[in-house]
């Protein structure tokens, strides 16, 4: 097993045996790359199912888009409630499990109410990964490498992006160009293809899992429920028996003066709690209206009105993918260097200054290349700030005692920012006009770099008792 010795601004010093953190930060993580790839396959297979099942109404196209939202916020909720009872491992599990049977229902879906039902049950997976991935993340990883290995969580979601376009495109690279939707719909692309879109996930969710069944329990859940002895166990496989004495000890003197036996949700309107969670509840709706989402599920449209027929529009959306690929590297190599707060503001004004160049494409009529790579340019400038870094911040900021209920409600308001996101897009692209609605998302980001500017601060390096104890204490 590989050892290192990292150094920081945590009291905390170990030889880490970083094969065994990464390891099952990774396999964590893979409920990242199945929420990845599972929210954004909808984009791909979005003109054929649309044919399949005769959606004609903007109402029934959003519908289609966002339903799987309404799942993700009881997902969310329902780890809100679960999480500190039955662990982060458990509802993993059973997102697991979620995943590989929701996917081979929605391949197998006779009609759009069955279609409904399956996305929607998806998305109860989604809410459960994104809220415990990161947390689970977050609660083993040291304080030196919390960063880039809650990040990984982020690039597992690339990923899966990536695997859905590109999965997408190869699945209906053939199809003619000039294709009437009489072709498309009465095609093997049309009635057959969109199906095998999603019906893969089942593969990497059954590698799920099998895996976490393998990982062991958080040790700051443990040390929460009493089970002293099993989390020195784990910290002591991460580094060494003289860091799990002294993390045991740290975890415990933040839990010591707190009744721990049962967390309300009311407890997290408490005074000293409330600033943090607004803090968390305002940088996840942030992360979603900034209106980076729009681009993935909503991409056919996006790229029509800049010139492009649906052949070129799928390989642009595998061009998306590689680049968000691509600058989550750069987050993950500058997260723990840099600092949360850098990367944050770096993303809020890049996107601002992005977006109105969009805008201003629309409105001037320019299409093809220009808006191609700005396109490009967004996604790359969020890939390598808001989209990882919000999850760092959001599942390290919150106190032990109340960190899986405060997570459920931060990132069950993430996911209704991200409902009411996808819903309103059509609406507010027929209202406005594209030029009109990235100037609405320009002025969204202007926001949120001066909400940022004036209440984040900065974590990196910092144990999460060191954390509770600057933002709560």
């Not at 407890?267 to 209206?289: I, K, S, T």
């Not at 594209?434 to 770099?449: E, V």
Request: with cysteine; aromatic share 12%.
């Amino acid at each position: 097993m590989i050892t290192a010795s990292i150094a920081g601004s945590s009291d905390l010093k170990a030889d880490y045996r970083l094969g065994y953190i990464w390891l099952i930060s990774l396999v964590a993580a893979m409920g990242g790359l199945l929420f990845g790839y599972d929210w954004v396959v909808v984009g791909g297979a979005k003109p054929f199912f649309e044919r399949y099942f005769d959606l004609t109404s903007e109402a029934s196209k959003g519908w289609a888009n966002s339903c799987a939202l309404i799942g993700c916020l009881f997902g969310a909720l329902a780890a809100g409630v679960l999480s500190d009872k039955l662990g982060r491992k458990r509802l993993l599990i059973g997102a697991a499990f979620l995943f590989a049977t929701t996917s081979i229902g929605n391949a197998l879906a006779q009609n759009f109410t069955l279609f409904v039902a399956w996305r929607i049950l998806g998305g109860v997976a989604i809410g459960l990964a994104s809220s415990q991935s990161p947390l689970y993340i977050a609660e083993l990883a040291p304080a030196q490498m919390r960063g880039r290995l809650v990040a990984i969580n982020q690039l597992t979601i690339v990923v899966g992006i990536l695997m859905a376009q590109v999965i997408n495109w190869a699945l209906v690279r053939h199809l003619p160009a000039g294709s009437t939707d009489a072709f498309i719909r009465d095609s093997w692309y049309g009635q057959s293809g969109w199906r095998w879109m999603f019906g893969l996930t089942a593969v990497p969710s059954l590698f799920f899992f099998v895996w976490m069944f393998l990982v062991p329990e958080s040790p700051r859940w443990l040390i929460k429920n009493g089970r002293n002895d099993e989390a020195s166990e784990v910290l002591a496989k991460i580094g060494g028996a003289a860091y799990a004495a002294a993390a045991l000890g740290e975890v415990r003197s933040t839990l010591a003066s707190e009744e721990i036996s049962r967390v309300r949700f009311a407890d997290l309107l408490e005074p000293r709690l409330r600033r943090v969670l607004v803090l968390g509840v305002v940088l996840a709706v942030f992360q979603q209206w900034c209106g980076i989402n729009v681009i993935f599920n909503y991409a056919e449209e996006i790229f029509r009105a800049a010139g492009y027929d649906i052949s070129a529009v799928l390989k642009n959306i595998a061009w998306t993918g590689s680049v968000n690929l691509m600058f989550t590297f750069v987050a993950l190599g500058t997260v723990d260097r840099a600092g949360r707060r850098p990367l944050m503001l770096l993303g809020a004004a890049g996107l601002t200054i992005i977006y109105v160049a969009m805008g201003a494409c629309y409105a001037g009529g320019v299409k093809g290349l220009p808006m191609l790579l700005l396109v490009l340019a967004a996604i790359g400038c969020y890939a390598m700030s808001l989209a990882p870094v919000t999850w760092v911040v959001i599942s390290e900021i919150f106190p032990n005692r109340i960190r899986g209920a405060a997570m459920s409600v931060a990132v069950t308001a993430l996911w209704i920012a991200c409902f009411i996101l996808t819903y309103t897009f059509p609406l507010l692209n027929s209202t406005l006009g594209p030029a009109g609605t990235f100037g609405l998302y320009a002025a969204i980001c202007a926001a949120g770099f001066v909400f940022i500017l004036l209440k984040l601060p900065e974590t990196r390096g910092k144990t999460l008792e060191q954390i509770e104890r600057d933002l709560v204490d």
